[in-house]
Nanobody, 129 residues
Framework: EVQFVESGGGLVQAGGSLRLSCQAS????????IGWFREAPGKEREGISC????????WYGESVKGRFTISRDNAKNTVYLQMNSLKPEDTAVYYC??????????????????????WGQGTQVTVSS
C-alpha cells in the first residue's frame, strides 16, 4: 500500500522556521515527482513546491520562492520542505503527494492537483504575528 505521511508542523512566530517531512512507503521513491501543497482556511489547495526526481529539478510558487527549499533523501524515502522567514499568511495545512504515473496527468501543469495522488493526512502550520 502506498502511503505518504507528513510531519513537522507546529506553531511558530513570524520570521521563524520549520522543516516539514514527507515520508513515503510502498513505492520506489526516486521514480516520481513529489509535490508540496497547502490549504488555508477558506481557500483552495495550492501547490507550493515540487521535486522532480526524473531530472532533480525543483519548482516553487511565487508566494514561497526564496523562503522555502525542497530537498529529498532517497535512502529515507523522504522529501523535506525547509520553511524560513515564515509569515502569518503561510498558515495552512500542508500536504505532500506523488505525481501520477500517467502521460495524461503529467501533461497537466506542474502543480495541478489532478496530476497528483496518494495525498497524506497533512500537517498544520500556524504562524503567529
Amino acid at each position: 500500500e502506498v502511503q505518504f505521511v507528513e510531519s513537522g508542523g507546529g506553531l511558530v512566530q513570524a520570521g521563524g522556521s520549520l522543516r516539514l517531512s514527507c515520508q513515503a512507503s510502498g513505492l520506489t521513491f526516486g521514480d516520481y515527482a513529489i509535490g508540496w501543497f497547502r490549504e488555508a482556511p477558506g481557500k483552495e489547495r495550492e501547490g507550493i513546491s515540487c521535486f522532480d526526481t526524473h531530472d532533480d529539478s525543483t519548482w516553487y510558487g511565487e508566494s514561497v520562492k526564496g523562503r522555502f527549499t525542497i530537498s529529498r533523501d532517497n535512502a529515507k524515502n523522504t522529501v523535506y520542505l525547509q520553511m524560513n522567514s515564515l509569515k502569518p499568511e503561510d498558515t495552512a495545512v500542508y500536504y505532500c503527494a506523488k505525481e501520477k504515473n500517467s502521460a495524461t496527468a503529467q501533461a497537466l501543469g506542474v502543480m495541478d492537483l489532478l496530476r497528483y495522488e496518494y495525498w497524506g493526512q497533512g500537517t498544520q502550520v500556524t504562524v503567529s504575528s
